[in-house]
């Protein structure tokens, strides 16, 4: 096995453990839910095991996501169709440092976002959410 995981691996894990977190399941129920040891979910969050594709499926199903959750946003390779037809990479937005999701006032809020059964009461809530997040990112400065 090669050195160092793939990076897709490792985004695949990452997102993995980041939906299992805000589900609030821990890796040994993700891993009883999969028929596994708590050990081989760790390996799979780490990227250190690649995670087949009957596994992203079922835990799609179990986590409530789409497939397709598990790969959104995943890095670019430079082996695949990502490229320009001129063979130059487009450029990508700045990575979003996921690890911020992982606070606990984060993670609290949207459990209890996630509680809001009306869906005209979330939607409003998260525009408000949206407009202030706005203000103070228009007040900080450029350089």
């Known amino acids: 096995m090669a050195e160092h995981p793939h990076p897709v691996d ?19 129920k993700l891993a009883n839910a999969l028929g596994l040891t708590f ?21 799609s199903e179990i986590l409530d996501v789409p497939p397709s959750f598990f790969f959104d ?3 670019a390779t430079g082996k695949g169709g990502s490229a320009s037809p001129s063979g130059l990479a487009e450029s990508e937005p ?33 525009e408000l959410v949206k407009a202030i997040g706005a203000q103070f990112e228009a007040e900080v400065p450029k350089d």
């Open 10 to 28: 490792v985004y695949v894990g990452g997102r993995i453990r980041l939906c299992r977190t805000l589900k609030g399941l821990s890796q040994q």
């Open 39 to 59: 050990q081989q979910v760790q390996k799979y969050e780490r990227g250190a095991n690649r995670v087949g594709a009957s596994r992203v499926f079922e835990l």
């Open 73 to 75: 946003g995943a890095p």
């Open 94 to 126: 700045a990575p979003f440092d996921s690890e911020r999701l992982f606070r606990r006032e984060i993670l609290e809020f949207v459990r209890a976002y996630d509680k809001i059964s009306d869906p005209a009461v979330r939607k409003r809530l998260f």
